[in-house]
T-cell receptor, first 116, second 114 residues
Framework: GAVVSQHPSWVICKSGTSVKIECRSLDFQATTMFWYRQFPKQSLMLMATSNEGSKATYEQGVEKDKFLINHASLTLSTLTVTSAHPEDSSFYIC????????????FGPGTRLTVT | AQSVTQPDIHITVSEGASLELRCNYSYGATPYLFWYVQSPGQGLQLLLKYFSGDTLVQGIKGFEAEFKRSQSSFNLRKPSVHWSDAAEYFCAVGAMDSSYKLIFGSGTRLLVRP
């Protein structure tokens, strides 16, 4: 149980285009989903927290207009990287949790984004 | 602000040897602590967690961790390492600001010698 999927697992896009990454909780309802960014050989950097039906809460320094997050249902959250540039190339990981008083997060397998 | 420190960037052990990965956290109250493992190009898998109770926690894949309040530590151990344990290990603490976010350490890369 508690499986989180991400799609696509890897994507290559051209500079200036937008790309959407999906995060789904397959066998549970996720009240909250988190989006992380991970640079090579580094730790996870939390980008934003999204609660179903609410606007995402972005961490300091993360551009809201560049990284659009939508959490339209209890099983799906999307991250759209708008007007992507090579510096946006990274590994993006989502996680999901159930309940309102739990710390335990279930992580997706990640999405490798390469912007050329 | 809360933080998690993993002082070892890399650790190399021989297969069959014991392992201890260090983790220190900064926060006075009883923290919520986690250890995750990440294989290359993959997401994170939960190894074990500590919320309260017995300070020695058993996890999956033969891992255990011990919470020591006096040392603000939550070190991960395994008595006999297998080659498949080679991965990146992250310690995390739950943020105490009602956000339920996790604060991750910088990670320790485990290399296993045959």
């Amino acid at each position: 149980g508690a499986v989180v999927s991400q799609h696509p697992s890897w994507v290559i896009c051209k500079s200036g285009t937008s790309v959407k990454i999906e995060c789904r909780s397959l066998d549970f309802q996720a009240t909250t989903m988190f989006w992380y960014r991970q640079f090579p050989k580094q730790s996870l950097m939390l980008m934003a927290t999204s609660n179903e039906g609410s606007k995402a809460t972005y961490e300091q320094g993360v551009e809201k207009d560049k990284f659009l997050i939508n959490h339209a249902s209890l099983t799906l959250s999307t991250l759209t990287v708008t007007s992507a540039h090579p510096e946006d190339s990274s590994f993006y990981i989502c996680s999901a949790k159930t309940g309102t008083d739990s710390y335990e997060q279930y992580f997706g397998p990640g999405t490798r984004l390469t912007v050329t | 602000a809360q933080s998690v420190t993993q002082p070892d960037i890399h650790i190399t052990v021989s297969e069959g040897a014991s392992l201890e990965l260090r983790c220190n956290y900064s926060y006075g109250a009883t923290p919520y602590l986690f250890w995750y493992v990440q294989s290359p190009g993959q997401g994170l898998q939960l190894l074990l967690k500590y919320f309260s109770g017995d300070t020695l926690v058993q996890g999956i894949k033969g891992f255990e961790a011990e919470f020591k309040r006096s040392q603000s530590s939550f070190n991960l151990r395994k008595p006999s390492v297998h080659w498949s344990d080679a991965a990146e290990y992250f310690c995390a603490v739950g943020a105490m600001d009602s956000s339920y976010k996790l604060i991750f350490g910088s990670g320790t890369r485990l290399l296993v010698r045959p």
